[in-house]
């Protein structure tokens, strides 16, 4: 389906997030949950890749979670995992992949979250959600939208403090963790 050298490129992908998730071939099981978090990197593995993306272009929105689903069954039947990726797990993955509606639920919070949700938080449109920024968002929120002048609303009051504090736990988990920014504080977004 794909290039030889965009599967070598998966291929990579995919040893590399079994690497970081600890799954070597001595390991013959694996959490559902597991196997869901390197699915999810998969997908977005395939939807980020440049030359992927060109290749997924002129598929039709309905028949991209399928053209996807195959691209990781193919990734994972690859000769080149198996040094590092027992059967029997491969075999978990492979059967969760197939489940056809967790694989789209995956596939809609992945467009949800790279579309509206990052969308949402580049508060700049510069492609690239910061810490601030989602620190910032979250203080908004916290205090409604509005500094003023009555209580705690004030640019001294006590909520202010509190609300950066939280904004920034947030943000942090957010950035870091959850969209996988490790080391950065900032993600990157298809503009």
Known sequence: MLPEEQTKMLTKLCIDILNKHNITNEVHNISKETALVIITDLIDGVKNGVDITNELKDVSPDDKPGVIIKIILDILSSDELEPYLNPEVKTQIQ?????????NGVLQFINFLNSTLLDSLDNDGNGKITIEEVESDVVDCLMCGKLGEDGCYKSDGCCLPFSRKIGNIVAKIFIKFICCGCDKNYIERKV
């Open 95 to 103: 059967n969760f992949t197939n489940n056809v509606e967790v694989m």
